[in-house]
């Protein structure tokens, strides 16, 4: 969500992706379900509109930058009454892959517009895997991973997506990695990947390999290595924002996100996820990837799910607190709070002050 920044309140463009989901249901039920509240609980709190951007999570975050770059500018044309002086500057709230298209956004607004600052104010990162997920891994191999909904169905046509290449994480990101025999493995080698998934094999699955294309292929890793490593950080002085106009909110479950897995030896590397090494996160993203350097965070604990009412939303939330975190009434207040101008625990919900103040950091 984005919206004018230079007024007394501001106007957000939430970014977000499309769930893509088989089998006739829509791609809109992840927005309905989880950034539709959002949208909500943002206006109703400020009486400021909120502009949901969805881009095709399908697509290279690259593609999506340029999509958020032309909503943007279209929204700069706007005459908005309910913000009198804006500036035409926006605050955006980034969930997930969001902050990665946010973060290519910048890059892509320098590109165009070298002389002038990209109308930013504040930006609030719910989630965002900085240095990737391991699930992206998990996804490509098995399709058993939250973000494929768990549906094995999807893992081949993911291979496809550039998206899910770009959130693989780089070697030596520190926060979560596989290995062999102790030594770490380069997700952006084909060679090191599971032999089954690879272009290798293609030739023994059909008279006519050409024509496969559902394969982990070299072009696709080193496609994404090019894009992780240009993608500017938010932090870059070159784009006039400062870490106090930036914001982190992330999920803190213990044992539930993937952070080492074992690859076995070549030339099969069977990748051993039933045994993978889990640690704190939203089950998705581990708290060492959602975190920026320098940039204040607020940490969402799983017992915080307890003050949600609804039992659907309440289980909704503890089978997937990544996908769920923008739906979360504490997150609404902290990111409104935030724009608001709020600092310190003065972002948190009073539930959450009571409860540990220190989850700020």
Avoid at 144 to 166: D, H, L, N
Avoid at 185 to 194: A, R
Wanted: charged share 20%.
């Amino acid at each position: 969500m984005c919206g004018p920044s230079n007024a007394p309140s501001e106007v957000w463009i939430r970014g977000t992706g499309l769930n893509v989901i088989p089998d006739g249901d829509r791609p809109s039920a992840l927005i309905e379900l989880a950034y539709a509240p959002l949208v909500s609980g943002l206006q109703g709190r400020s009486g400021i509109p909120a502009y949901l951007f969805a881009y095709d999570w399908r697509y290279s975050i690259v593609e999506g930058a340029r999509m958020l770059m032309r909503f943007v500018q279209s929204l700069q044309r706007k005459s908005i009454s309910e913000v009198p002086g804006w500036g035409h500057d926006f605050d955006f709230a980034c969930h997930s892959m969001g902050g990665l298209v946010f973060r290519a956004f910048l890059a892509e607004w320098r590109r165009i517009n070298p002389a002038k600052p990209p109308p930013v104010g504040k930006v609030v990162f719910i989630a965002t895997p900085h240095k990737g997920s391991l699930d992206a891994a998990s996804g490509l191999i098995t399709g058993e991973s939250p973000m494929f909904g768990g549906q094995k169905a999807m893992r081949k046509i993911a291979r496809t997506f550039p998206s899910v290449y770009e959130l693989l994480p780089l070697p030596g990101n520190g926060a979560m990695w596989a290995e062999r025999q102790g030594v770490e493995v380069d997700l952006f080698q084909e060679s090191n990947w599971q032999r089954n998934t690879t272009s290798a094999v293609a030739p023994l699955r059909t008279a006519a390999p050409t024509a496969v294309g559902f394969d982990i292929e070299q072009r696709h890793l080193d496609a994404a290595r090019q894009v992780l490593t240009t993608l500017p950080m938010p932090t870059d002085p070159a784009f006039g924002l400062s870490a106090q106009n930036l914001l982190v909110i992330y999920g803190a479950k213990e044992g539930s996100t993937l952070e080492t897995v074992e690859v076995g030896p070549p030339p099969e590397n069977w990748f051993d996820f039933s045994n993978a090494r889990k640690g704190v996160g939203d089950d998705v993203v581990p708290v060492g990837s959602a975190r920026l350097p320098g940039v204040t965070a607020v940490e969402i604990r799983s017992e915080d799910l307890s003050y949600i009412f609804h039992p659907i939303q309440r289980a909704y939330a503890n089978a997937d607190l990544h996908a769920f975190l923008p739906a979360l009434d504490e997150v609404q207040t902290i990111v409104s709070s935030f724009f608001s101008g709020a600092t310190g625990t003065a972002l948190l919900p009073l539930n959450l002050q009571r409860a540990t103040p220190s989850r700020i950091s």
